[in-house]
């Protein structure tokens, strides 16, 4: 009976890796941190720094279980990969140095305060230790603690089963945010937020995760390399040196910089979602995280900013059969001239309510329309669908590509007309 249950529970964490490795992480972390939470006595505050630890317990727990020596082996390898360049190594190392400096300037230019450097190596719940020393703790503890998990093995497994980049960081952001939550109950600075400011404390993270996890795949996949990073920017950002203004003004920079990848990405990558698409269909968790991130999209897209997405993400507002709602649903979609191209699974609902035809409003590129939408479900058509799509793909490609697959098709008015737009499709 033992035996039987131990196998099943073996054969659930190696169908579902990652999610495994989100429940263990956090977990850990809440065991670590209960003590303090519960401000047991005899527990020193600098024990806070022994819970970003769970992540990296989880990611080693679950390399063994599923993969086993040769898991273990290629993430060692990952852990200590250093020789990733000169170049590379300037950015992991000194672009956080470069965003303080450029915050320390800021704050100077703006209040006249001058910042004061002999404090900066002191730590919350140790004191002052000298710069080297600090570092070093930043770098084994919340910088290879947290790393180790969620770029080098949370990012790299969603990622080897084919989930897009943009999808996965900010996926992984979300979950990451959620994972801090046991900080916000006892270490100050976090319940000071309160509700509301653990929203502006999520986006930061997701953020945080787009450029952590641009920079892991930059340099071949080197977890030294982002823990190097992660440590010295919390290092500088936690630093007494500057005010709350140098905090405000370095997430800011960091959220540019967040921009500026995920323009790079969709003028790059926006054909390449076949793969992507497949995951989220395979993996409810990620299915789940998209729902959450479509108000995001929502706002965005109705923003001043949505050319960031816009080329390959539209809204479709659209009344429901049944219960006469209203509903809006953000997609990625292709255009050639005045007709529109979506490809979604079969298993979503919500196209079903444009079956045999149904009028649909449109927000394109900050453009309101309205259009006529209507579903097909022939495989010949549906073929002929992807390959507008998703141009990329090869004929075999696409073959596997359409099971359980729907193709919509949107006419829009003649103005609508503005050139074709080519961006990969699927909710």
Do not use: C
């Amino acid at each position: 009976m033992t035996r039987q249950l131990n196998h099943q529970t073996t054969h659930w964490i190696a169908k579902h890796p990652v999610v495994t490795y989100y429940l263990l992480a956090t977990l850990f972390t809440t065991l670590l941190t209960l003590p303090l939470i519960l401000q047991l006595d005899g527990v020193p505050p600098w024990f806070h720094y022994f819970a970003a630890y769970g992540p990296a317990i989880a990611a080693l727990i679950v390399t063994t279980v599923v993969w086993g020596r040769r898991g273990l082996a290629d993430l060692g390898a990952r852990i200590v990969r250093w020789r990733i360049g000169w170049g590379k190594w300037f950015v992991a190392l000194g672009s956080p140095i470069i965003l303080f400096a450029a915050a320390l300037l800021i704050n100077y230019l703006r209040t006249g305060e001058a910042p004061d450097f002999s404090v900066m190596s002191s730590m919350d719940y140790i004191g002052d230790i000298g710069v080297p020393l600090a570092l070093f703790l930043w770098l084994i503890t919340q910088g290879l603690g947290e790393e180790i998990g969620w770029r080098g093995f949370a990012q790299e497994h969603v990622r080897n089963g084919g989930q897009g980049f943009l999808l996965t960081s900010v996926s992984l952001g979300v979950v990451w945010a959620l994972w801090h939550i046991p900080y916000f109950l006892y270490v100050d600075d976090y319940a000071g937020m309160g509700v509301g400011g653990f929203f502006g404390f999520a986006f930061s993270v997701v953020s945080g995760a787009i450029v952590l996890g641009w920079l892991y795949e930059w340099t071949n996949r080197s977890i030294l390399a982002v823990a190097v990073w992660h440590a010295v920017f919390n290092f500088l950002i936690d630093s007494p040196v500057g005010s709350s203004m140098v905090q405000a003004v370095m997430s800011m920079l960091v959220t540019i910089w967040t921009v500026a990848i995920i323009i790079s990405v969709v003028r790059n990558g926006a054909r390449q979602q076949k793969s992507q698409e497949e995951a989220v269909q395979m993996n409810p968790v990620m299915r789940t995280l998209i729902k959450l991130q479509n108000p995001f999209m929502k706002r965005l897209l109705h923003s001043p900013l949505h050319g960031m997405v816009s080329r390959m993400y539209m809204l479709i507002t659209f009344t429901g059969r049944k219960s006469g709602k209203v509903y809006t649903t953000p997609v990625q979609y292709a255009q050639d001239g005045n007709t529109l191209y979506v490809i979604t699974s079969e298993e979503y609902t919500w196209w079903k309510n444009l079956r045999g035809g149904a009028q649909v409003q449109i927000r394109l590129r900050g453009e309101n329309f309205t259009g006529q939408a209507d579903t097909s479900t022939d495989a010949a058509y549906i073929g002929s669908v992807v390959t507008k799509v998703y141009p990329a793909l090869k004929e075999d490609q696409v073959a596997g590509f359409v099971p359980g697959k729907v193709a919509l098709t949107i006419q829009l008015p003649e103005t609508a007309a503005q050139g074709s737009t080519v961006a990969a499709a699927a909710e």
